[in-house]
């Protein structure tokens, strides 16, 4: 039984993890602190590339693109919170609810997870953002309206599968109360099950805001969002002015990258079976 | 106390063939039933249905006269699976498993040989002869009044089962608890049982055992 | 006899890591020490209760273990290492697995086409309802899928599946729980046959009572160490065996008093120092403390100190 001294599978995680939860937060913040300074223009530094004083550059209008990013990344990484929360709790909801409330539920929830799922992605967000007038609400309604498919079928699994459990059974007959045995036996196997699709949600929801927004269909062009950044910033790119696109796209991958990193890692923490790893 | 079983007809879909057909069986409290049968013939499935996980096609469960599923709360049958690991929460420490049973006493624990070091751990850090005996605690609370082995030392070593069915034959006559024993090995029904009953061709044929 | 030892395990162990609490791992030995001969022609029964890591023996031997644990020791076949190469070679022909679990069958595949890997011809489809007969299935077995049948069936066509090829070494994990006894008997006979008939069984099993009747030689198995190994009539009386653990074991057979002691097999990190059985051994000295050599003692061989002290006055009788 020796103790071995190098880093393990589980240090790294969770190394790995306040890495992630540090730089998403610090984004976050940064970003909405530093909002003025992303929309303040001179004409007097236009079309700078790179440099020690503006790492990112600036655009035509003279704006930092640091700052633009920075702020860019913060809209969408509360979007991304607020919608991917949404899109969970429904998924929590419609998975238990498809579970427990007998036959006919489950197949009406069954039915509409399909049917969500059979329609491609970007069209409905497209089409809920669209009808909900755009902006922040469409948004944010719509990557929480289409997101919640896949969670909600692994709980309803989940739960169907604990249901016929034998220790569930004999719990019933140990004459515990349906609501102790939620808490006590279900919960904790459905809780890292849903902190784990939560934070796998946040990466599709951040793509999808930016994609919709690239698109015209989501956060109006006033707001320095990194959909319209890298919309605008696609004029520029034949005249050459490269870190227009580059560094906004960079961080936007960095960024999903890492989100999807640390669900990755929760859910590796979360497996009871990793205690061999 | 009684519990009855009246003409039970069972099978687990229309599809299927029926496993049980019009079969009876009476246990009395303080009696120790000795139950072997071929495998499929499905023994484990009789325990569910005797300890209501399952409802019979046909036929009732009784316990006192009184149709088994009209009890609310704790049923006073309680089961004891042969596999261990599935019977407990892989996420709980022992000593929830414990907490969930009826009350259970100090006293079955340590009858048990259940050491104080095992209460703290998760089911995965112990073996099966050690989740067992915490399994058999659970189903001894305090307001059952028949117990179903269905093949409860199977797995286990010899020492070990001969540890748990001293302590089982020694607590059910103490607190007057019926007891259905169901193994394939006639050795140990024959330490155990005062009663025996013996499943070939699907007819029942008592064979009255002294002990 | 003596000369064809096709199987040969020399200090073997296992070992995995784990995580304990949090962040920390440590190195869990679950098989320490074991050696285990077989020769052509012997059924030589692996006794052990569950927890005591015999499953992983079999895994072990046949190199299936999980990516986490760690193997140290040698394995012989034939006198000649079983490498990985050698094994990959040698699996499913000439040395075959009759796995514990009725998992290990192909859900979407009737049972017969199962048994006979795919071939056709009249021959094998005959065999294959031979052995079926022979072990007591029903006529229509092999045009089962395996959900349909129950799980001692199950386990009686995983052994047809063993005695469908000639293999020279068997290794059979846990081939008989939950049977009934006849059924189980009969699995045995059916080992006792491939046996018989010159092939090497390694048999991996909780119960005592079919093992002696029908084993060769018994090793007695207890936490991850083999504690004793006899030939199978060593175990008709308590005098015969050496080890403490032995002959409790013996004398908690239903048959033979149904004694309890007290105590329970030590698992994962319970693990004392020195003699595994010490803490329940009712001769247990300050010198069992320390390691204690596996040694040859009479026909059979033990680890345990006391019994290589009295072995050493007048031991062959």
């Given at each position: 039984m020796k103790k071995r001294l190098c880093w393990n599978q589980r240090t790294k995680t969770l190394i790995l993890l306040a890495v992630a939860v540090f730089y998403l937060a610090g984004v976050a913040v940064w970003g909405l602190v530093g909002r003025e300074s992303a929309l303040v223009t001179d004409f007097s530094r236009k079309n700078l590339t790179p440099s020690l004083s503006y790492l990112f550059g600036t655009d035509w209008l003279g704006r930092d693109m640091l700052a633009r990013t920075v702020t860019g990344l913060s809209i969408s990484i509360i979007i991304g919170v607020c919608a991917a929360a949404v899109s969970a709790v429904i998924a929590g909801l419609l998975g238990v609810a498809a579970a427990t409330l007998g036959k006919k539920v489950d197949a009406v929830i069954t039915w509409l997870i399909d049917l969500i799922m059979g329609i491609p992605h970007i069209l409905l967000l497209i089409l809920i953002s669209f009808a909900a007038g755009k902006g922040l609400t469409g948004v944010i309604l719509g990557v929480s309206l289409t997101h919640w498919t896949s969670l909600a079928r692994v709980i309803r699994a989940e739960v169907l599968q604990l249901k016929e459990s034998t220790y569930i059974r004999t719990a019933e007959k140990l004459g515990h109360s349906k609501w102790r045995i939620a808490k006590k036996h279900m919960l904790p196997h459905l809780i890292p099950q849903f902190l784990v699709g939560l934070v796998l949600l946040f990466p599709h929801a951040i793509l999808h805001e930016a994609s919709i927004t690239f698109l015209g269909f989501g956060l109006s062009t006033e707001q320095p969002a990194i959909g319209v950044i890298l919309s605008e910033s696609m004029k520029y790119l034949v005249t050459g002015k490269w870190w227009l696109a580059l560094f906004p796209g960079l961080m936007l991958v960095l960024t999903v990258m890492l989100f999807d990193l640390l669900g990755e890692c929760l859910r590796k923490l979360t497996d009871p079976g990793s205690v061999h790893r | 106390m009684k519990l009855e079983a009246r003409k039970i007809s069972f099978r687990y879909s229309e599809k299927e063939r029926e496993i049980w057909k019009d079969f009876s069986l009476e246990i009395d409290s303080g009696e120790r039933v000795g139950l072997s049968a071929p495998s499929g013939f499905g023994k484990t499935t009789l325990c569910k249905i005797l300890a209501g996980y399952e409802k019979p096609e046909s036929g009732v469960i009784l316990l006192d006269g009184k149709p088994l599923s009209e009890y609310r709360g704790y049923c006073p049958v309680q089961m004891i699976w042969q596999h261990p690991e599935y019977a407990v929460n892989p996420r709980l420490r022992m000593e929830e498993v414990l907490r969930d049973g009826d009350q259970v006493e100090e006293r079955v624990i340590r009858g048990l040989g259940i050491e104080d070091g095992w209460r703290k751990r998760f089911p995965a850090e112990l073996s099966g002869g050690e989740l067992q005996r915490f399994c058999i605690a659970r189903a001894l609370g305090r307001r059952t009044k028949f117990l179903l082995a269905d093949e409860i030392s199977t797995m286990l070593d010899l020492i070990t089962q001969s540890q748990i069915w001293e302590f089982l034959i020694h607590e059910t006559k103490e607190r007057g608890i019926g007891l259905l024993c169901v193994s394939h090995s006639e050795g140990l029904l024959e330490r155990v049982s005062t009663r025996r009953i013996s499943l070939e061709n699907k007819e029942q044929e008592a064979i009255p055992a002294d002990m | 006899m003596e000369e064809k030892i096709l199987l040969e395990i020399r200090n073997f162990s296992i070992s995995f890591t784990q995580y304990e609490r949090g962040l920390r791992q440590k190195e869990l030995t679950v098989i320490r020490d074991l050696n285990v001969r077989v020769r052509a022609g012997e059924l030589v029964a692996v006794v052990g209760s569950s927890g005591s890591g015999k499953s992983l023996l079999a895994h072990g031997i046949l190199g299936i273990l999980p990516y986490n644990s760690r193997c140290e020791g040698e394995i012989l076949y034939r006198g000649e290492p079983l490498t990985r190469r050698r094994l990959k070679k040698l699996r499913g022909r000439e040395i075959v697995l009759v796995p514990q679990s009725v998992a290990y069958l192909d859900p979407l595949m009737k049972v017969g086409r199962q048994v006979r890997s795919s071939r056709k011809d009249a021959e094998s489809k005959n065999r294959v309802k031979a052995l079926f007969r022979q072990a007591n299935?029903?006529?229509?077995?092999?045009?089962?899928?395996?959900?349909?049948?129950?799980?001692?069936?199950?386990?009686?066509?995983?052994?047809?599946?063993?005695?469908?090829?000639?293999?020279?070494?068997?290794?059979?994990?846990?081939?008989?729980?939950?049977?009934?006894?006849?059924?189980?008997?009969?699995?045995?006979?059916?080992?006792?046959?491939?046996?018989?008939?010159?092939?090497g069984v390694l048999l991996i099993t909780h119960d005592l009572e079919l093992a002696v009747e029908t084993a060769d030689r018994i090793v007695v198995f207890y936490a991850g160490e083999t504690l004793e190994e006899e030939p199978a009539s060593a175990f008709m009386q308590e005098e015969t065996l050496r080890h403490p653990y032995s002959k409790a074991l013996w004398r908690a057979m239903p048959a033979h008093g149904f004694a309890s002691a007290p105590g329970s097999q030590p698992y994962g990190a319970d693990r004392p120092e020195g003699c595994i059985y010490g803490p329940r051994c009712p001769e247990?000295?300050?010198?069992?403390?320390?390691?204690?050599?596996?040694?040859?003692?009479?026909?059979?061989?033990v680890r345990c100190l006391r019994c290589v002290e009295q072995g050493e006055g007048g031991e062959e009788t």
């Open positions: - | - | 299935l029903p006529e229509n077995t092999e045009d089962k899928y395996p959900f349909e049948l129950s799980g001692g069936m199950a386990r009686r066509v995983l052994v047809s599946t063993a005695r469908m090829g000639q293999p020279n070494l068997v290794i059979a994990d846990e081939p008989t729980p939950g049977m009934h006894l006849d059924a189980a008997k009969q699995t045995m006979q059916a080992f006792r046959e491939m046996a018989d008939g010159g092939a247990y000295t300050c010198a069992c403390g320390a390691e204690i050599p596996f040694v040859p003692a009479g026909e059979g061989w």
